[in-house]
């Protein structure tokens, strides 16, 4: 069975600056991708990265970036600049199995 | 890009009838739908898994015949939520797989209340 971390359950950051959300996950797969979904008060889930797990370079999108690390299993998501717009939950998840696993998601809060 | 229509967006409806969402791709076959279900402030929690032309795999836990689902066309899929009891009350979200892609494309949600 897949399972994803999230150990942040609320993370806060001031506009302009730079915040790292932590993923971890545990699969027994080979083969799998890994997202990064936002979900803003309207409850529309948007991606916002993925990583393809047979790819050694970090996924990037934009003010988006992953640190992909294989052996630890982990996949956390760094934001740049930050935006009022980057205010919402986000999730991790893992697809493995023919299904995505989301993670408990951490509440992202940015500061003006 | 990939669109994935939802729709009731809200519903409330009395205890004991049976509520029917409906999931469409609009600019894509999709294979494959999700059913999703999130608690406030929760995750969201894989219900079942919907292929078009067969039955749906539902998720342990997951009563199929409470939760109806038909994937009768590559780009519709249904729930039908039946007898309702107010622990039914939640926010459901549909997500599609196209055959292009291997991204995933949710809808907008339902939220469910049952009085």
């Known amino acids: 069975a897949q399972t994803v971390t999230q150990s942040q359950p609320e993370m806060s950051v001031q506009e302009a600056e730079t915040v790292t959300l932590s993923c971890t996950y545990d699969?027994?797969?080979?083969?799998?991708?890994l997202f990064w979904y936002k979900q803003p008060p309207s409850r529309q889930m948007i991606l916002v990265i993925r990583q393809e797990a047979y790819k050694q370079q970090n996924a990037t999108e934009n003010r988006f970036s992953v640190n992909f690390q294989k052996a630890a299993k982990s996949f956390s998501l760094k934001i740049s600049d930050s935006q009022l717009g980057d205010a919402a939950m986000y999730f991790c998840?893992?697809?493995?199995?023919?299904?995505?696993?989301f993670g408990t998601g951490t509440r992202l809060t940015i500061i003006p | 890009g990939a669109v994935v229509s939802q729709h009731p967006s809200w519903v409330i409806c009395k205890s004991g009838t049976s509520v029917k969402i409906e999931c469409r791709s609009l600019?894509?076959?999709?294979?494959?739908m999700f059913w999703y279900r999130q608690f406030p402030k929760q995750s969201l929690m894989l219900m079942a898994t919907s292929n078009e032309g067969s039955k749906a795999t539902y998720e342990q836990g997951v009563e199929k015949d409470k939760f109806l689902i038909n994937h009768a066309s590559l780009t519709l899929s249904t729930l039908t939520v039946t007898s309702a009891h107010p622990e039914d009350s939640s926010f459901y979200i549909c997500?599609?797989?196209?055959?292009?892609?291997?991204?995933?494309?949710f809808g907008s949600g339902t939220r469910l209340t049952v009085v």
């Open positions: 997500s599609a797989e196209g055959q292009w892609d291997y991204g995933y494309t």
């Open positions: 998840a893992d697809f493995g199995n023919e299904k995505l696993t």
């Open positions: 699969t027994s797969e080979s083969d799998y991708y």
């Open positions: 600019d894509f076959q999709a294979t494959t």
